[in-house]
């Protein structure tokens, strides 16, 4: 991981010694938001009015954060409306690149080598983290934002106008409730692995493990009672789950030392993750070698040969009964 201080490029992993071996993530930077009609949103300014075509979405099919997008992308059918830049699974030297020859799609739109030159085309004098997904207005030519929930929600509601798409992951009445297993989720679970995963300290780790089990044994027990976290109802709260879920036998468990047990071990929360993963075209958003390359052969503080394990091997297309 690296970070653009004054203009320069800095190979630089998170900050954990400062925080007594904690991880702590660093907060996104861009925060404006795309409307139907324009008008500013919850935070940021104006001028970010939906239209098809206007706005360019890269990600990195490894990032949990970023799929997100693409998940919300899909299931709110958005592709035809806003193109997508894949980063190669490799960060390295210069953090996430367009390497074509290493999986990346290339920068569609800027034609920009690396992804932290996205950032200094629409802030010369950029710093900080470099990240994923960000979202690009081809009109303003700037960012709209960096931030994953932003963005998803965006998704969800702006461009309704456009494509007719009525999918509602944000229910108003089921509100309080995708905000409360939010609110749990992403510190125990979405960020809990990473903080287990890059803990410099012992005691940091084992801190991060327990509550990453913790709310894992939670979750499994609600499941036993309910098909989706709020009910029958998939919302924004299981997809932001689910990208986690998903990554969690293939790389957490191993690589982030999440190891108590796999997921496929618990009783409810394997056919959970299968009915999600089914559901019409989210199946399309997963792919396992991005993920397992980005963590096994670029986190070389943590797996110093950068060797890439060939497995797990797990259907998630096959029927998994509720336990």
């Not at 629409?122 to 994923?132: N, S």
């Not at 702006?158 to 939010?182: C, Q, R, S």
């Not at 409810?268 to 997963?286: F, K, M, N, S, W």
Request: charge should be negative; hydrophobic fraction near 35%; proline fraction near 4%.
């Amino acid at each position: 991981m690296g970070m653009l201080v004054n203009g320069e490029w800095r190979d630089v992993w998170y900050d954990t010694e400062s925080h007594g071996g904690h991880f702590q993530r660093e907060d996104a930077r861009f925060r404006h938001w795309v409307t139907e009609d324009g008008a500013a949103g919850p935070t940021g300014e104006a001028g970010f009015r939906a239209a098809s075509g206007r706005y360019h979405l890269y990600v990195s099919l490894a990032c949990p954060w970023a799929h997100r997008t693409l998940i919300a992308r899909k299931l709110k059918g958005l592709e035809p409306h806003i193109d997508i830049s894949i980063v190669s699974p490799l960060m390295l030297d210069h953090g996430w690149t367009f390497n074509t020859d290493e999986g990346s799609s290339g920068d569609r739109l800027l034609g920009c080598r690396y992804h932290h030159e996205v950032y200094t085309t629409a802030k010369p004098d950029y710093t900080g983290r470099v990240t994923v997904p960000l979202l690009w207005d081809t009109e303003r030519q700037t960012i709209v934002s960096n931030e994953s929930a932003d963005i998803l929600r965006m998704f969800n509601s702006a461009f309704n106008e456009i494509t007719g798409n009525t999918v509602d992951l944000y229910p108003p009445e089921l509100k309080e409730a995708i905000e409360h297993w939010n609110d749990r989720i992403y510190p125990a679970i979405n960020n809990g692995v990473y903080r287990a995963g890059f803990a410099t300290t012992q005691s940091a780790y084992e801190e991060a493990y327990r509550e990453v089990f913790a709310e894992l044994d939670h979750l499994d027990a609600h499941l036993a009672d309910h098909r989706y976290l709020c009910g029958e109802r998939l919302t924004e709260a299981d997809i932001r789950l689910f990208t986690t879920l998903i990554r969690f036998d293939a790389v957490y468990h191993g690589h982030f030392k999440c190891n108590r047990q796999r997921l496929e071990d618990f009783q409810h929360l394997p056919a959970y993750l299968r009915d999600i993963y089914q559901h019409r075209g989210i199946a399309e958003t997963v792919d396992f070698q991005h993920i397992k390359t980005h963590y096994y052969a670029s986190h070389r503080h943590i797996n110093g040969t950068g060797i890439v394990p060939v497995g797990p091997e797990i259907d998630y297309d096959r029927h998994h009964g509720r336990g």
